[in-house]
């Protein structure tokens, strides 16, 4: 196991976790809904009263459909027909009707979705705002992650800047950005459901108790599960940063460009800042020796070509046949 696997920092308190997505449900756009398979409103969040006009004790426990009107041509099946989008739906509010936006996916025997109103226009004041919003959105997520950070010398903090550097080396637009940012801070979240007797034991961990971190990828997307407005790269990247190139590491076993992007690249930054970092059973390693460890995982561990990036862009060291690197 890389460094970085080692459990032996704080854990996060299951109720700082429930407070954070909280937090982070609250500060969601548009307004959330949960129905059962009957298509009747079991639960709402997000802004649900600004963009509805409506209260959730009057919504609850009743039909969307008697305040949401979809097109015509979803119907019969309409919200009960599986996953699906619409930005054709009128809502229905005290003072007419509203053109609006509704997503919605099946869960089994529920139906999770989200109402956002269409701007008329994006003037200078709008956009000002939308600015704002996403930065606070931004720290709400920041907030959930580096909870789990204490004791790890601002390891996510260092991961969020690593990936992020990496992402703009490879010159990815702005929501495969945003999905690397959110991911890198959000990637070991499951660790909050690892017992603290094993994050915190000072010993080699046992065969049982190493099963039990590996679960923490899986955790992580459970956890992260009910903030619908994260983009899947975000899920991609907490669900498969532990994912080995030669399809080695898990939790799926996945291998090569299989491996989604946002989660190839928060693997680099995760394994180098575990690297460089000192630990209670390690000193920090040099850039220099860091680097030459994810250049000798290029392509069994790492994706050959985003080691390549992250040395010679993100770094700023030459690659070996090209010369020894300065530290």
Not at 182 to 200: Q, Y
């Amino acid at each position: 196991m890389l460094p970085d696997d080692d459990p032996r920092f704080p854990a996060l308190s299951a109720q700082a976790v429930v407070n954070a997505r909280e937090l982070l449900l609250s500060a969601q756009p548009g307004a959330l809904f949960l129905l059962d398979h009957a298509g009747v409103v079991q639960q709402v969040g997000g802004d649900w009263t600004s963009v509805t006009e409506t209260e959730p004790d009057e919504i609850i426990g009743r039909p969307l459909a008697s305040l949401v009107r979809l097109p015509a041509a979803t119907y019969p099946e309409g919200l009960l027909g599986g996953d699906g989008r619409s930005n054709e739906a009128a809502l229905l509010t005290r003072t007419g009707q509203l053109r609006v936006s509704v997503s919605w996916r099946r869960h089994g025997e529920v139906i999770a979705g989200q109402i956002e109103r269409l701007a008329k226009s994006q003037g200078p004041q709008a956009s000002s705002e939308r600015q704002a919003f996403m930065r606070s959105l931004d720290q709400a997520v920041y907030c959930l992650g580096t909870a789990l950070d204490a004791g790890q010398g601002n390891h996510v903090q260092r991961m969020v800047s690593y990936a992020t550097r990496l992402a703009q080396a490879l010159a990815l637009g702005p929501e495969e950005l945003q999905a690397v940012r959110w991911g890198a801070a959000l990637h070991d979240v499951g660790k909050s459901r690892v017992p603290p007797e094993i994050l915190w034991k000072p010993g080699p961990l046992s065969a049982e108790e190493f099963d039990i971190v590996i679960q923490h990828p899986v955790w992580g997307t459970e956890i992260i599960q009910p903030l619908e407005f994260l983009p899947p790269g975000v899920t991609a990247a907490v669900r498969h940063h532990h994912e080995r190139f030669d399809g080695q590491g898990y939790p799926a076993g996945l291998s090569g460009e299989a491996i989604p992007m946002t989660a190839r690249i928060v693997a680099i930054a995760d394994v180098f800042d575990a690297l460089t970092s000192a630990r209670p059973y390690k000193a920090a390693w040099t850039h220099q020796r860091a680097a030459e460890f994810l250049i000798g995982g290029a392509g069994t561990q790492f994706d050959a070509w985003l080691v390549r990036v992250f040395v010679l862009d993100v770094l700023g060291l030459p690659l070996p046949e090209e010369g020894g690197a300065q530290d």
